[in-house]
Nanobody
């Protein structure tokens, strides 16, 4: 089972930026689609962004499109989420996840079988 460890969360003012990282264990990182999800208090976990195995295709939730950028470095077994123009409504615990099967990025949490422990992002107004 792969281990995913997120880092980079913190407290930032509205309009600011953060870069999240997710380091994966194992030798098969490049074989899997990766995604970022988030969960705010009292709300369901929601898809934020996903990236294909080679990094050539990305997919974003409408709420973050144009502000967030997902990328990956397969040589470092790491996926990133660059978050710009942050808003208070972006406040949540952010999780990275590995998609179990398939070749297309999809937003459904049930299709992702390995999850990190999460990193808190708090955006103050």
């Amino acid at each position: 089972q792969v281990q995913l460890v997120e880092s980079g969360g913190g407290l930032v003012q509205a309009g600011g930026s953060l870069r999240l990282s997710c380091a994966a264990s194992g030798r098969t990182f490049s074989s899997y689609i990766m995604g970022w999800f988030r969960q705010a208090p009292g709300k369901e976990r929601e898809f934020v962004a996903g990236i294909s195995r080679g990094g050539g295709s990305t997919y974003y939730a409408d709420s973050v499109k144009g502000r967030f950028t997902i990328s990956r470095d397969n040589a470092k077994n790491t996926v990133y989420l660059q978050m710009n123009s942050l808003k208070p409504e972006d406040t949540a615990v952010y999780y990275c996840a590995r998609k179990r099967l398939g070749v297309r990025v999809t937003p459904n949490a049930y299709e992702y079988d390995s999850w990190g422990q999460g990193t808190q992002v708090t955006v103050s107004s």
